[in-house]
């Protein structure tokens, strides 16, 4: 039982290039999330799926896409990276609502 | 305004010492209230979770508190050790949706 697991761990990119980082989670959880962090601020979500097929925007979308490729698995791409995009990304997920939240490892991302 | 402001920002404090962090918050209507621990260069791992009728909560060393009258929590660590050392981040959820406001974090340093 891996809990959450995300890869890559770390990723370089130069500016305007595109990536995706990948999430799965192994806990049949309904809901996942993608949350970035900065230095000197709290966790921001980014876009969560309340469940399989559904995906909703979170308070800092711009610029990222999701897949909720199924009840496993939730990715976030960036299709054209900028140095604003540089922070630490974490997948979570939960079983139902807005209970426990389980964290992945996180993927340190720097774009130049 | 962030809905949910933790302090201190950050404190230095002696093995097996005790401290208290400070938790307030804005979310409504209340859910719950989560303290999560953050290693560095890890994702975050639950600490406690409280519902509005629970004012204390303990795992092991660690003991937390909610006065939701007040809008307040506090974490409070017993006798500390090496490994606290971490960030501690206060998470509210509001009835009726997936969202939860977090905190930035109280970073903790524990020294021999």
């Known amino acids: 039982n891996a809990g959450v697991t995300q890869t890559p761990k770390f990723q370089v990119l130069k500016t305007g290039q595109s990536m995706t980082l990948q999430c799965a989670q192994d806990?049949?959880?309904?809901?996942m999330y993608w949350y970035r962090q900065d230095p000197g601020m709290g966790l921001r979500l980014i876009y969560y799926s309340a469940s399989e097929g559904t995906t909703d925007k979170g308070e800092v979308p711009n610029g990222y896409n999701v897949s909720r490729l199924n009840k496993r698995e939730f990715s976030l791409r960036l299709e054209s990276a900028a140095p604003s995009q540089t922070s630490v990304y974490f997948c979570?997920?939960?079983?139902?609502?807005?209970?426990?939240?389980?964290f992945g490892p996180g993927t340190r991302l720097t774009v130049t | 305004k962030n809905q949910v402001e933790q302090s201190p920002q950050s404190l230095i404090i002696l093995e097996g010492k005790n401290c208290t962090l400070q938790c307030n918050y804005t979310v409504s209507p209340f859910s719950n209230l989560r303290w999560y621990k953050q290693d560095t260069g890890r994702g975050p791992v639950s600490l406690t979770i409280?519902?509005?009728?629970?004012n204390t909560k303990s795992n092991g060393r660690y003991t937390a508190t909610l006065d939701a009258d007040t809008k307040q929590s506090s974490l409070h660590i017993t006798a500390s050790q090496l490994s606290d050392s971490a960030s501690y981040i206060c998470?509210?959820?509001?009835?009726?949706?997936?969202?939860?406001?977090f905190g930035k974090g109280n970073q903790v340093v524990v020294i021999p």
């Open positions: 979570a997920s939960s079983g139902q609502g807005a209970g426990e939240q389980y």
């Open positions: 806990m049949n959880h309904n809901s």
């Open positions: 409280m519902t509005f009728s629970e």
């Open positions: 998470v509210v959820s509001a009835s009726g949706n997936n969202r939860l406001a």
